[in-house]
Nanobody, 127 residues
Framework: QVQLIESGGGLVQAGDSLRLSCAAS????????MAWFRQAPGKGRELVAA????????DYPDSVKGRFTISRDNTKSTLYLQMNSLKPEDTAVYYC????????????????????WGQGTQVTVSS
Protein backbone atom coordinates (compact mmCIF):
# COMPACT_ATOMS: atom_id res chain seq x y z
CA GLN A 1 0.00 0.00 0.00
CA VAL A 2 1.27 3.46 -0.94
CA GLN A 3 0.05 6.64 0.72
CA LEU A 4 0.55 9.88 -1.17
CA ILE A 5 0.42 13.25 0.55
CA GLU A 6 0.48 16.46 -1.49
CA SER A 7 1.60 19.83 -0.19
CA GLY A 8 2.51 23.26 -1.50
CA GLY A 9 -0.80 24.50 -2.79
CA GLY A 10 -2.16 27.94 -2.01
CA LEU A 11 -3.51 31.25 -3.26
CA VAL A 12 -1.29 33.18 -5.65
CA GLN A 13 -1.61 35.90 -8.25
CA ALA A 14 -1.38 35.43 -11.98
CA GLY A 15 2.24 35.19 -13.06
CA ASP A 16 3.45 33.76 -9.75
CA SER A 17 5.05 30.38 -9.17
CA LEU A 18 4.30 27.46 -6.88
CA ARG A 19 6.02 24.17 -6.20
CA LEU A 20 3.91 21.19 -5.28
CA SER A 21 5.35 18.17 -3.52
CA CYS A 22 3.98 14.66 -3.15
CA ALA A 23 5.54 12.52 -0.47
CA ALA A 24 5.00 8.78 -0.47
CA SER A 25 4.95 6.52 2.53
CA UNK A 26 4.73 2.77 2.67
CA UNK A 27 7.30 1.92 0.04
CA UNK A 28 9.76 3.36 -2.40
CA UNK A 29 8.43 5.02 -5.55
CA UNK A 30 11.11 3.67 -7.86
CA UNK A 31 8.77 1.01 -9.25
CA UNK A 32 5.99 3.47 -10.06
CA UNK A 33 5.22 5.79 -12.92
CA MET A 34 3.91 9.03 -11.46
CA ALA A 35 1.77 11.95 -12.54
CA TRP A 36 -0.02 15.08 -11.51
CA PHE A 37 -3.66 15.56 -12.40
CA ARG A 38 -6.00 18.43 -11.65
CA GLN A 39 -9.72 18.95 -11.39
CA ALA A 40 -11.47 22.29 -11.56
CA PRO A 41 -15.06 22.78 -10.35
CA GLY A 42 -17.52 21.32 -12.82
CA LYS A 43 -14.79 19.76 -14.93
CA GLY A 44 -13.27 16.33 -15.28
CA ARG A 45 -9.86 15.27 -14.04
CA GLU A 46 -7.12 16.17 -16.52
CA LEU A 47 -3.47 15.26 -16.82
CA VAL A 48 -1.04 18.01 -15.89
CA ALA A 49 2.25 16.14 -16.14
CA ALA A 50 3.49 12.56 -16.19
CA UNK A 51 6.92 11.09 -15.49
CA UNK A 52 8.44 7.68 -15.98
CA UNK A 53 9.89 5.50 -13.25
CA UNK A 54 13.42 6.74 -13.80
CA UNK A 55 12.43 10.33 -14.48
CA UNK A 56 13.94 10.16 -17.93
CA UNK A 57 10.64 10.62 -19.77
CA UNK A 58 7.99 13.26 -19.18
CA ASP A 59 4.76 14.32 -20.84
CA TYR A 60 2.71 17.52 -20.63
CA PRO A 61 -0.46 18.76 -22.27
CA ASP A 62 -0.15 21.89 -24.39
CA SER A 63 -1.96 23.92 -21.73
CA VAL A 64 1.01 23.72 -19.33
CA LYS A 65 3.94 22.88 -21.59
CA GLY A 66 6.78 25.33 -21.06
CA ARG A 67 5.34 26.53 -17.74
CA PHE A 68 5.20 23.38 -15.59
CA THR A 69 7.98 20.93 -14.83
CA ILE A 70 7.54 17.54 -13.21
CA SER A 71 10.44 15.85 -11.43
CA ARG A 72 11.03 13.13 -8.91
CA ASP A 73 13.55 12.11 -6.30
CA ASN A 74 13.30 8.37 -5.82
CA THR A 75 15.77 8.46 -2.93
CA LYS A 76 13.31 10.66 -1.04
CA SER A 77 10.18 9.00 -2.48
CA THR A 78 8.95 12.43 -3.50
CA LEU A 79 7.35 13.83 -6.63
CA TYR A 80 7.43 17.53 -7.51
CA LEU A 81 5.60 19.92 -9.79
CA GLN A 82 7.16 23.31 -10.43
CA MET A 83 4.51 25.68 -11.76
CA ASN A 84 5.59 28.99 -13.26
CA SER A 85 3.67 31.79 -14.95
CA LEU A 86 0.46 30.64 -13.32
CA LYS A 87 -2.85 31.63 -14.89
CA PRO A 88 -6.34 31.86 -13.40
CA GLU A 89 -7.32 28.85 -15.53
CA ASP A 90 -4.78 26.78 -13.58
CA THR A 91 -7.06 27.03 -10.55
CA ALA A 92 -7.98 23.50 -9.48
CA VAL A 93 -7.37 20.77 -6.96
CA TYR A 94 -4.11 19.07 -7.86
CA TYR A 95 -3.62 15.35 -7.25
CA CYS A 96 -0.55 13.19 -7.48
CA UNK A 97 -0.91 9.59 -8.58
CA UNK A 98 1.24 6.46 -8.74
CA UNK A 99 1.00 3.50 -11.10
CA UNK A 100 2.84 0.27 -10.34
CA UNK A 101 4.62 -0.73 -13.55
CA UNK A 102 6.32 -4.09 -13.85
CA UNK A 103 7.99 -3.75 -17.26
CA UNK A 104 6.77 -0.42 -18.68
CA UNK A 105 9.48 2.24 -18.47
CA UNK A 106 7.58 5.06 -20.14
CA UNK A 107 4.98 7.58 -18.99
CA UNK A 108 1.32 6.84 -18.32
CA UNK A 109 -1.24 9.48 -19.22
CA UNK A 110 -4.49 7.58 -18.61
CA UNK A 111 -5.80 8.21 -15.07
CA UNK A 112 -7.54 4.81 -15.13
CA UNK A 113 -4.16 3.12 -15.00
CA UNK A 114 -3.13 4.75 -11.74
CA UNK A 115 -3.35 2.67 -8.59
CA UNK A 116 -2.85 5.24 -5.84
CA TRP A 117 -3.98 8.82 -5.41
CA GLY A 118 -3.30 11.59 -2.93
CA GLN A 119 -6.01 13.62 -1.23
CA GLY A 120 -5.33 16.70 -3.36
CA THR A 121 -4.08 20.21 -2.72
CA GLN A 122 -5.91 23.37 -3.76
CA VAL A 123 -4.23 25.83 -6.11
CA THR A 124 -6.02 29.13 -6.64
CA VAL A 125 -4.70 31.74 -9.05
CA SER A 126 -6.25 35.20 -8.89
CA SER A 127 -6.22 37.59 -11.82
Amino acid sequence: QVQLIESGGGLVQAGDSLRLSCAASGRTLSGYAMAWFRQAPGKGRELVAAISRSGGNTDYPDSVKGRFTISRDNTKSTLYLQMNSLKPEDTAVYYCAAALTANWMGVISDPRQYDYWGQGTQVTVSS
